[in-house]
Structures are given as structure tokens and as C-alpha cells.
T-cell receptor, first 114, second 112 residues
Framework: EPEVTQTPSHQVTQMGQEVILRCVPI?????FYWYRQILGQKVEFLVS????????KSEIFDDQFSVERPDGSNFTLKIRSTKLEDSAMYFC????????????FGPGTRLLVL | DQQVKQNSPSLSVQEGRISILNCDYT??????FLWYKKYPAEGPTFLIS?????DKNEDGRFTVFLNKSAKHLSLHIVPSQPGDSAVYFC???????????FGTGTRLQVFP
């Protein structure tokens, strides 16, 4: 069964450093998402991406964040200058359709900012 | 932001019995609801969904019920199995958006 994959599984970085989290969505999916879950809190929406552009973003997704689909298979989340509060589990998801479609999640990248 | 609430942080059920997980929402614009299961150190796994035009959807041991007037949905698992032990998240999306709003989750433990 096709699945969403994410690399790395864990990332430790120093505050102020840039990190890139990578995702390979399910191959025939057209809609891509990033969510995050801070320890002990809800899973929160960050951004949705379709047709090579951001379709929606949350208040969390400020100028420090960016997303890119550099080729036909990868989808990346970049955090330019990490802060302590960026420490969280980051989940990538994809769906074939957007509205009212099932989103399939990857296993997550645990980011720890020191 | 408490648009989706799961008021029971945990539930313990004996194997073979029914597990009922509840979810309440406040946003009347929500029209699509999903349940996900999550094991530690893994991503959420899709279980079942329901759109607002229906009040019930069934898939094997899993049934989701939607009560729009009460803004309440529930997930029934019957019979419950030890492998069902996980955290269950309710999620919702509103009209004209595919952003999912998640609840805080309910940890289900199924014991022999």
C-alpha cells in the first residue's frame, strides 16, 4: 500500500539554524500538507500546497517557514531560523483531492531545537 | 481554539466489548469529519470519515455517527481488540477548505 514517507525521523539543531524537513507524498496525490504537534498538544495545521503554490496557511506559518516541491516527488518544509518553540513533531500529509478528501499522514519528523 | 473537543482523555475497555469515543465541535461550518488512530512515534492513520449529509458510516468494526443538531460525533469499535489500543483523534474540516482541525485525542486501552 502506498504511503507517505518523511526524512529524517529525528533532527536536533541549534537555535537560529536552518532546517529542512523532507517528505515524499503518495505518488498520484496532488494536495500536500504540513502539520505539527508540540508535545502534549493538538495536531495543528501549518500549510496546504497545491499546483505549486500555497493554498492556505495558518498563523503559525510565518516568514520563517517556507515550503517547496523541488521535483516531482519531494515536498519540503524549511524553517529558516529555528526557535526553541519550533520543537515539535512535524507531519507531512497528502491527498488526491483537496476538499472532503482523506489526508494520509507520514510517520513524522521529531525536531528538537536546543 | 477549541473548535473540536474530545473531553475524555482516556478510555479503558475489555476485549470483545464496544468502545465508544466521543467528539464535540462548535463550528457549524464543519461539514466533513474524520477519525484517525495514532500509535506512539507514528503518524496518524486514517480510520473512517463522514460527511455532513450522512448520519452514519460503517466500515467493518468501525462505525461513525454524526448528530449535527448536537454538533457531536462518535466512533464505535465493536468488538474491541487489544491492537486497537492507541490514541484516537477526531478531525474536522469546513466548507471550501481542506485544513483539518484536530481534537486533543482519546487514549484507548483495550485489555484482555
Amino acid at each position: 500500500e502506498p504511503e507517505v514517507t518523511q526524512t529524517p525521523s529525528h533532527q536536533v539543531t541549534q537555535m537560529g539554524q536552518e532546517v529542512i524537513l523532507r517528505c515524499v507524498p503518495i505518488s498520484n496525490h496532488l494536495y500536500f500538507y504540513w502539520y505539527r504537534q508540540i508535545l502534549g498538544q493538538k495536531v495543528e495545521f501549518l500549510v496546504s500546497f497545491y499546483n505549486n503554490e500555497i493554498s492556505e496557511k495558518s498563523e503559525i506559518f510565518d516568514d520563517q517557514f517556507s515550503v517547496e516541491r523541488p521535483d516531482g516527488s519531494n515536498f519540503t518544509l524549511k524553517i529558516r531560523s529555528t526557535k526553541l518553540e519550533d520543537s515539535a513533531m512535524y507531519f507531512c500529509a497528502s491527498s488526491f483531492d483537496g476538499y472532503r478528501a482523506t489526508q494520509y499522514f507520514g510517520p513524522g519528523t521529531r525536531l528538537l531545537v536546543l | 481554539d477549541q473548535q473540536v473537543k474530545q473531553n475524555s482523555p482516556s478510555l479503558s475497555v475489555q476485549e470483545g466489548r464496544i468502545s465508544i469515543l466521543n467528539c464535540d465541535y462548535t463550528n457549524s461550518m464543519f461539514d466533513y469529519f474524520l477519525w484517525y488512530k495514532k500509535y506512539p512515534a507514528e503518524g496518524p492513520t486514517f480510520l473512517i470519515s463522514i460527511s455532513s449529509i450522512k448520519d452514519k458510516n460503517e466500515d467493518g468494526r468501525f462505525t461513525v455517527f454524526l448528530n449535527k443538531s448536537a454538533k457531536h460525533l462518535s466512533l464505535h469499535i465493536v468488538p474491541s481488540q487489544p491492537g486497537d489500543s492507541a490514541v484516537y483523534f477526531c478531525a474536522a474540516s469546513a466548507q471550501n477548505t481542506d485544513k483539518l482541525i484536530f481534537g486533543t485525542g482519546t487514549r484507548l486501552q483495550v485489555f484482555p
